[in-house]
């Protein structure tokens, strides 16, 4: 199954006319904010042993931990790469994956920080005739 890279471009098209990467965008407009400090297309060295292992099944439908050459189930990308995609790619926790949830719960802002106005929210939720 392929899906369709609509989210990739515009993701391309935020940071040509932000003027930046789109990584530095997100933080900007969104993860700083909120105060989502653990957010990031790159998961810094200090704290790459606080990643999620992966599990799954072997052909023995044994449950065995699923690992890359990295450790990690999902590659990180590589430090140099410049490209972010707007669709794939960011690390996150828990806790940060809550606080942008909230944003839905909350009418468009979390503890007193509007990003969305209650409007704007309403549109993202409603089902488009396609």
Same mark, same amino acid.
């Given at each position: ?12 098209? =935020?940071?040509? !006319?932000?003027? /930046?990467?789109?990584?530095? !965008?997100?933080?900007?407009? =969104? ?26 099944? +072997?052909?023995?439908?044994?449950? $065995?931990?699923? *690992?890359?050459?990295?450790? %990690?189930?999902? /590659?990180?990308?590589? %430090? /140099? ?11 996150? *926790? %828990? ?17 007193? %920080?509007?990003?969305?106005?209650? /409007? ?6 409603? +089902?488009?005739? $396609?």
């Amino acid at each position: 199954m392929s899906y369709g890279s609509a989210t990739d471009l515009l993701g391309f098209l =935020i940071a040509r !006319v932000e003027g /930046e990467p789109l990584g530095a !965008v997100l933080k900007r407009r =969104i993860f700083d904010p909120l105060g989502m400090k653990d957010t990031s297309f790159l998961v810094p060295p200090d704290k790459r042993d606080r990643r999620a292992a992966a599990y799954g099944f +072997n052909d023995e439908e044994h449950l $065995i931990k699923r *690992t890359t050459r990295s450790g %990690v189930f999902v /590659e990180e990308r590589p %430090v /140099e790469m410049t490209y972010e995609s707007g669709g794939q790619g960011l690390w996150s *926790t %828990v806790d940060d994956y809550l606080r942008f949830a909230r944003l839905f719960l909350g009418d468009g802002s979390v503890d007193g %920080v509007r990003l969305l106005r209650p /409007e704007m929210l309403a549109r993202m939720m409603t +089902n488009a005739a $396609i």
